[in-house]
Protein backbone atom coordinates (compact mmCIF):
# COMPACT_ATOMS: atom_id res chain seq x y z
CA UNK A 1 0.00 0.00 0.00
CA UNK A 2 1.92 3.72 -0.88
CA UNK A 3 1.34 6.84 -2.75
CA UNK A 4 2.58 8.62 -5.64
CA UNK A 5 3.90 12.32 -4.83
CA UNK A 6 5.27 14.67 -7.71
CA UNK A 7 5.66 10.97 -9.61
CA UNK A 8 8.13 9.28 -7.14
CA UNK A 9 6.16 5.97 -5.34
CA UNK A 10 6.55 6.03 -1.52
CA UNK A 11 5.59 2.87 0.69
CA UNK A 12 2.84 4.51 2.60
CA UNK A 13 0.05 3.45 4.72
CA UNK A 14 -3.19 5.18 5.20
CA UNK A 15 -2.96 8.14 7.60
CA UNK A 16 -5.96 7.67 9.68
CA UNK A 17 -4.33 9.75 12.73
CA UNK A 18 -5.48 12.30 10.94
CA UNK A 19 -9.28 11.46 10.90
CA UNK A 20 -10.01 10.35 14.18
CA UNK A 21 -9.17 6.78 13.41
CA UNK A 22 -11.61 6.71 10.45
CA UNK A 23 -10.15 5.20 6.87
CA UNK A 24 -11.52 7.91 3.94
CA UNK A 25 -10.96 6.44 0.44
CA UNK A 26 -9.13 8.91 -1.98
CA UNK A 27 -11.36 9.75 -5.26
CA UNK A 28 -10.10 8.54 -8.43
CA UNK A 29 -7.86 10.61 -10.67
CA UNK A 30 -8.13 9.66 -14.27
CA UNK A 31 -12.09 10.47 -15.56
CA UNK A 32 -12.44 10.96 -19.37
CA UNK A 33 -14.76 8.87 -21.24
CA UNK A 34 -15.22 6.35 -23.83
CA UNK A 35 -18.21 7.66 -26.58
CA UNK A 36 -21.74 5.38 -25.36
CA UNK A 37 -22.25 5.58 -29.37
CA UNK A 38 -20.43 6.05 -32.62
CA UNK A 39 -19.53 9.74 -32.98
CA UNK A 40 -21.22 10.62 -29.22
CA UNK A 41 -18.34 12.43 -26.95
CA UNK A 42 -15.78 10.54 -25.96
CA UNK A 43 -13.24 8.64 -26.96
CA UNK A 44 -13.95 6.36 -29.79
CA UNK A 45 -14.64 2.63 -28.53
CA UNK A 46 -12.42 0.74 -30.94
CA UNK A 47 -11.89 -2.93 -30.54
CA UNK A 48 -7.67 -3.61 -29.31
CA UNK A 49 -6.95 0.12 -28.39
CA UNK A 50 -7.88 0.02 -24.68
CA UNK A 51 -6.03 -2.43 -22.35
CA UNK A 52 -7.29 -3.43 -18.35
CA UNK A 53 -5.01 -3.58 -15.35
CA UNK A 54 -6.46 -5.24 -12.75
CA UNK A 55 -6.33 -7.73 -9.43
CA UNK A 56 -8.44 -10.46 -9.33
CA UNK A 57 -8.16 -9.98 -5.49
CA UNK A 58 -9.91 -6.63 -6.11
CA UNK A 59 -14.08 -6.21 -5.71
CA UNK A 60 -13.50 -2.55 -7.56
CA UNK A 61 -11.65 -4.61 -10.19
CA UNK A 62 -13.42 -7.42 -9.87
CA UNK A 63 -16.79 -5.69 -11.45
CA UNK A 64 -14.79 -4.81 -14.92
CA UNK A 65 -14.11 -8.04 -15.60
CA UNK A 66 -17.39 -9.38 -15.26
CA UNK A 67 -18.66 -6.33 -17.52
CA UNK A 68 -15.57 -7.37 -20.26
CA UNK A 69 -17.15 -10.87 -19.96
CA UNK A 70 -20.67 -10.52 -19.71
CA UNK A 71 -20.65 -7.61 -22.56
CA UNK A 72 -17.82 -10.08 -24.66
CA UNK A 73 -15.00 -8.04 -24.86
CA UNK A 74 -12.93 -10.33 -24.15
CA UNK A 75 -11.57 -9.68 -27.79
CA UNK A 76 -11.53 -6.00 -27.74
CA UNK A 77 -10.01 -5.26 -24.77
CA UNK A 78 -6.60 -7.05 -23.74
CA UNK A 79 -5.63 -7.75 -19.43
CA UNK A 80 -2.86 -7.51 -17.12
CA UNK A 81 -3.02 -8.78 -14.06
CA UNK A 82 -1.39 -8.12 -11.02
CA UNK A 83 0.39 -10.34 -8.40
CA UNK A 84 -2.03 -10.37 -5.16
CA UNK A 85 0.49 -10.47 -2.82
CA UNK A 86 0.77 -6.33 -2.47
CA UNK A 87 4.73 -5.12 -0.59
CA UNK A 88 6.24 -2.38 -0.60
CA UNK A 89 6.02 -1.27 -4.20
CA UNK A 90 2.48 -1.72 -4.26
CA UNK A 91 0.71 -3.90 -6.71
CA UNK A 92 3.50 -5.48 -8.84
CA UNK A 93 3.41 -7.40 -11.89
CA UNK A 94 5.68 -10.50 -10.28
CA UNK A 95 6.44 -11.51 -7.02
CA UNK A 96 7.14 -8.91 -4.35
CA UNK A 97 10.48 -8.87 -2.54
CA UNK A 98 9.30 -9.60 0.85
CA UNK A 99 7.73 -13.00 -0.52
CA UNK A 100 11.38 -14.18 -0.05
CA UNK A 101 11.29 -18.11 -0.20
CA UNK A 102 7.63 -17.50 -1.57
CA UNK A 103 9.24 -15.02 -4.80
CA UNK A 104 7.79 -17.59 -7.10
CA UNK A 105 5.03 -16.59 -10.08
CA UNK A 106 1.52 -16.51 -8.91
CA UNK A 107 -0.92 -18.30 -10.70
CA UNK A 108 -3.06 -16.23 -12.57
CA UNK A 109 -0.80 -13.18 -12.20
CA UNK A 110 0.50 -12.31 -16.16
CA UNK A 111 2.50 -9.75 -15.98
CA UNK A 112 2.75 -6.84 -18.16
CA UNK A 113 1.53 -6.95 -20.97
CA UNK A 114 2.17 -3.69 -23.16
CA UNK A 115 5.29 -2.58 -21.41
CA UNK A 116 7.27 -5.35 -19.16
CA UNK A 117 6.97 -3.04 -16.12
CA UNK A 118 7.89 -4.52 -12.37
CA UNK A 119 5.24 -2.66 -10.96
CA UNK A 120 1.55 -0.33 -11.44
CA UNK A 121 3.14 2.46 -10.44
CA UNK A 122 5.42 2.62 -13.06
CA UNK A 123 2.42 2.51 -15.34
CA UNK A 124 0.75 5.62 -13.55
CA UNK A 125 4.41 7.58 -13.96
CA UNK A 126 3.98 7.08 -17.76
CA UNK A 127 0.55 8.66 -17.85
CA UNK A 128 1.55 11.38 -15.95
CA UNK A 129 5.00 11.11 -14.63
CA UNK A 130 4.20 13.96 -12.04
CA UNK A 131 1.45 12.13 -10.71
CA UNK A 132 0.36 12.53 -6.94
CA UNK A 133 -1.99 9.95 -5.33
CA UNK A 134 -2.97 6.49 -4.88
CA UNK A 135 -2.08 3.54 -7.43
CA UNK A 136 -4.81 1.13 -7.76
CA UNK A 137 -7.00 -1.13 -10.10
CA UNK A 138 -8.96 -1.14 -12.60
CA UNK A 139 -6.77 0.77 -15.06
CA UNK A 140 -7.84 1.55 -18.45
CA UNK A 141 -5.09 2.41 -20.73
CA UNK A 142 -5.59 4.05 -24.11
CA UNK A 143 -2.97 2.15 -26.24
CA UNK A 144 -3.26 4.99 -29.02
CA UNK A 145 -3.04 8.17 -26.80
CA UNK A 146 -0.48 6.26 -24.25
CA UNK A 147 -2.19 7.44 -21.21
CA UNK A 148 -4.84 6.17 -18.62
CA UNK A 149 -8.46 6.70 -19.82
CA UNK A 150 -10.12 6.28 -16.58
CA UNK A 151 -9.41 4.17 -12.75
CA UNK A 152 -12.93 4.63 -11.43
CA UNK A 153 -14.51 0.92 -11.63
CA UNK A 154 -18.21 2.54 -11.63
CA UNK A 155 -17.07 5.06 -14.57
CA UNK A 156 -15.72 1.63 -16.65
CA UNK A 157 -18.54 -0.81 -16.27
CA UNK A 158 -21.10 1.94 -17.56
CA UNK A 159 -18.81 2.50 -20.58
CA UNK A 160 -18.50 -1.33 -21.29
CA UNK A 161 -22.56 -1.46 -21.24
CA UNK A 162 -22.85 0.59 -24.26
CA UNK A 163 -19.72 1.63 -25.43
CA UNK A 164 -18.75 -1.16 -27.75
CA UNK A 165 -22.54 -2.17 -28.82
CA UNK A 166 -22.25 -1.29 -32.19
CA UNK A 167 -19.60 -3.43 -33.11
CA UNK A 168 -21.60 -6.29 -32.11
CA UNK A 169 -21.70 -9.57 -32.96
CA UNK A 170 -18.04 -9.31 -33.01
CA UNK A 171 -17.76 -7.63 -30.04
CA UNK A 172 -20.68 -6.63 -27.79
CA UNK A 173 -23.70 -7.64 -26.13
CA UNK A 174 -26.22 -5.23 -26.92
CA UNK A 175 -29.17 -7.82 -25.80
CA UNK A 176 -27.49 -7.41 -22.22
CA UNK A 177 -27.82 -4.08 -20.66
CA UNK A 178 -26.97 -3.88 -17.25
CA UNK A 179 -28.37 -0.62 -16.43
CA UNK A 180 -31.04 0.22 -18.54
CA UNK A 181 -32.31 3.92 -18.86
CA UNK A 182 -35.51 3.22 -17.36
CA UNK A 183 -34.08 1.65 -13.79
CA UNK A 184 -31.14 4.32 -13.63
CA UNK A 185 -32.11 6.42 -11.00
CA UNK A 186 -33.32 3.19 -9.18
CA UNK A 187 -30.29 1.55 -9.59
CA UNK A 188 -28.25 4.83 -9.31
CA UNK A 189 -30.05 5.00 -5.25
CA UNK A 190 -29.12 1.75 -4.50
CA UNK A 191 -25.67 1.87 -5.56
CA UNK A 192 -25.35 5.23 -3.60
CA UNK A 193 -26.27 3.02 -0.07
CA UNK A 194 -24.59 0.15 -1.40
CA UNK A 195 -21.04 1.44 -1.71
CA UNK A 196 -21.31 3.83 1.11
CA UNK A 197 -22.33 1.09 3.50
CA UNK A 198 -21.20 -1.91 2.29
CA UNK A 199 -18.10 -1.75 -0.69
CA UNK A 200 -16.79 0.82 0.84
CA UNK A 201 -18.19 -0.24 3.96
CA UNK A 202 -15.84 -2.90 4.74
CA UNK A 203 -13.12 -1.25 4.13
CA UNK A 204 -14.17 1.60 6.82
CA UNK A 205 -14.12 -1.12 9.51
CA UNK A 206 -11.00 -2.97 8.46
CA UNK A 207 -9.26 -0.08 8.35
CA UNK A 208 -10.22 1.71 11.40
CA UNK A 209 -7.61 2.51 13.42
CA UNK A 210 -10.08 3.36 16.82
CA UNK A 211 -13.06 1.67 18.44
CA UNK A 212 -15.40 4.43 17.98
CA UNK A 213 -14.45 4.54 13.89
CA UNK A 214 -14.68 1.05 13.27
CA UNK A 215 -18.06 0.67 15.61
CA UNK A 216 -19.16 3.61 13.11
CA UNK A 217 -18.52 2.16 10.15
CA UNK A 218 -19.78 -1.43 10.88
CA UNK A 219 -23.18 -1.46 12.71
CA UNK A 220 -24.27 0.69 9.50
CA UNK A 221 -22.73 -2.20 7.09
CA UNK A 222 -24.88 -4.71 8.96
CA UNK A 223 -28.22 -2.48 8.55
CA UNK A 224 -27.31 -1.92 4.87
CA UNK A 225 -26.95 -5.90 4.30
CA UNK A 226 -30.22 -6.18 6.36
CA UNK A 227 -31.71 -3.69 3.71
CA UNK A 228 -30.45 -5.58 0.70
CA UNK A 229 -31.97 -8.68 1.96
CA UNK A 230 -35.59 -7.29 2.50
CA UNK A 231 -34.83 -5.86 -0.86
CA UNK A 232 -33.58 -9.29 -2.35
CA UNK A 233 -37.04 -10.86 -0.71
CA UNK A 234 -39.44 -8.02 -2.29
CA UNK A 235 -38.18 -8.33 -5.87
CA UNK A 236 -38.07 -11.91 -7.04
CA UNK A 237 -34.66 -12.17 -5.50
CA UNK A 238 -32.94 -8.83 -7.52
CA UNK A 239 -32.36 -5.62 -6.46
CA UNK A 240 -33.99 -3.82 -9.23
CA UNK A 241 -36.30 -4.70 -11.30
CA UNK A 242 -36.94 -8.17 -11.02
CA UNK A 243 -33.53 -9.20 -13.38
CA UNK A 244 -30.44 -8.92 -12.95
CA UNK A 245 -28.28 -5.13 -13.08
CA UNK A 246 -26.09 -3.36 -12.14
CA UNK A 247 -26.91 -3.10 -8.54
CA UNK A 248 -26.74 -6.75 -7.85
CA UNK A 249 -23.18 -7.50 -9.64
CA UNK A 250 -21.85 -4.03 -7.31
CA UNK A 251 -23.11 -5.98 -4.38
CA UNK A 252 -22.14 -9.53 -5.01
CA UNK A 253 -18.19 -8.62 -5.94
CA UNK A 254 -18.58 -7.61 -1.81
CA UNK A 255 -20.22 -10.42 -0.96
CA UNK A 256 -18.26 -12.93 -2.67
CA UNK A 257 -15.37 -11.87 -0.69
CA UNK A 258 -17.13 -11.51 2.56
CA UNK A 259 -16.90 -14.87 4.51
CA UNK A 260 -13.95 -15.37 2.83
CA UNK A 261 -12.45 -12.75 4.07
CA UNK A 262 -14.14 -9.26 5.59
CA UNK A 263 -15.97 -11.52 8.21
CA UNK A 264 -12.45 -12.15 9.97
CA UNK A 265 -9.90 -9.85 8.69
CA UNK A 266 -11.90 -7.17 8.70
CA UNK A 267 -14.00 -7.50 11.56
CA UNK A 268 -17.20 -7.70 10.37
CA UNK A 269 -18.12 -10.78 12.24
CA UNK A 270 -21.71 -9.53 13.16
CA UNK A 271 -23.05 -12.66 11.12
CA UNK A 272 -21.49 -14.41 7.88
CA UNK A 273 -23.40 -13.62 4.58
CA UNK A 274 -24.24 -17.35 4.97
CA UNK A 275 -26.50 -16.77 7.73
CA UNK A 276 -28.75 -14.24 5.24
CA UNK A 277 -30.42 -16.54 2.91
CA UNK A 278 -31.17 -13.69 0.15
CA UNK A 279 -27.88 -12.97 -0.38
CA UNK A 280 -26.57 -16.27 -0.26
CA UNK A 281 -29.12 -17.38 -2.84
CA UNK A 282 -28.06 -14.01 -5.16
CA UNK A 283 -24.21 -14.56 -4.29
CA UNK A 284 -24.74 -18.56 -5.57
CA UNK A 285 -26.79 -17.54 -8.42
CA UNK A 286 -24.75 -15.20 -9.77
CA UNK A 287 -21.61 -17.94 -9.61
CA UNK A 288 -23.90 -20.40 -10.92
CA UNK A 289 -22.97 -17.81 -14.13
CA UNK A 290 -19.67 -19.37 -15.85
CA UNK A 291 -19.21 -15.97 -17.41
CA UNK A 292 -19.18 -14.63 -13.53
CA UNK A 293 -17.87 -17.95 -11.74
CA UNK A 294 -14.43 -17.54 -13.65
CA UNK A 295 -13.87 -13.93 -12.73
CA UNK A 296 -13.39 -15.34 -9.19
CA UNK A 297 -10.20 -16.07 -8.21
CA UNK A 298 -10.41 -17.54 -4.23
CA UNK A 299 -6.54 -17.81 -4.00
CA UNK A 300 -5.96 -14.32 -5.02
CA UNK A 301 -8.78 -13.33 -2.85
CA UNK A 302 -7.62 -14.86 0.01
CA UNK A 303 -4.17 -14.16 -0.63
CA UNK A 304 -4.21 -10.50 -1.42
CA UNK A 305 -5.78 -9.35 2.01
CA UNK A 306 -4.50 -11.60 4.39
CA UNK A 307 -0.88 -11.06 3.10
CA UNK A 308 -0.64 -7.73 2.26
CA UNK A 309 -2.36 -5.98 5.14
CA UNK A 310 0.65 -6.20 7.58
CA UNK A 311 -0.81 -3.54 9.98
CA UNK A 312 -3.71 -6.02 10.36
CA UNK A 313 -2.45 -9.05 9.89
CA UNK A 314 1.86 -8.73 10.19
CA UNK A 315 2.23 -12.78 10.36
CA UNK A 316 0.88 -13.01 7.40
CA UNK A 317 -0.82 -16.07 7.55
CA UNK A 318 -3.30 -17.06 5.06
CA UNK A 319 -6.26 -19.01 6.21
CA UNK A 320 -7.78 -21.99 4.00
CA UNK A 321 -11.40 -21.14 4.36
CA UNK A 322 -14.27 -21.33 4.22
CA UNK A 323 -14.22 -24.20 2.12
CA UNK A 324 -17.90 -24.65 0.72
CA UNK A 325 -19.18 -21.78 -1.91
CA UNK A 326 -22.48 -21.03 -1.49
CA UNK A 327 -24.85 -23.78 -3.15
CA UNK A 328 -27.93 -22.40 -5.46
CA UNK A 329 -31.43 -23.50 -5.19
CA UNK A 330 -32.26 -25.34 -8.02
CA UNK A 331 -35.76 -23.44 -8.03
CA UNK A 332 -34.13 -20.00 -8.67
CA UNK A 333 -33.95 -19.54 -12.45
CA UNK A 334 -30.79 -18.10 -14.60
CA UNK A 335 -30.31 -14.85 -15.39
CA UNK A 336 -30.62 -13.84 -18.68
CA UNK A 337 -27.59 -13.20 -20.60
CA UNK A 338 -28.75 -11.78 -24.14
Same mark, same amino acid.
Given at each position: ????????????????????????????????????????????????? %????????????????????????????????????????????????????????????????????????????????????????????????????????????????????????????????????????????????? %???????? %??????????????????????????????????????????????????????????? %?????????????????????????????????????????????????????????????????????????????
Amino acid at each position: MGVMIDGVWHDRWYDTAKTGGRFEREASHFRDRLAIEPGGEGLPAEPGR %YHLYVSLACPWAHRTLIWRRLKRLEGAISVSVVDPRMGGAGWTFGAPAEAGDEAVPFAGATGDALFGNRALHEVYARANPSYSGRVTVPVLWDRLRGTIVNNESAEIVRMFDHAFDHLAPKHGNPGLILCPDELRDEIDAVNADV %YDRINNGV %YKAGFATTQAAYEAAVVPLFEALDRMEARLADGQGWLVGGRMTEADLRLFTTLVRFDPV %YHGHFKCNLRRIADYPMLTALTARLLAVPAIRETVDDAHIRWHYYWSHTTINPTRVVPLGPAEPPRLDPSWPAPALD
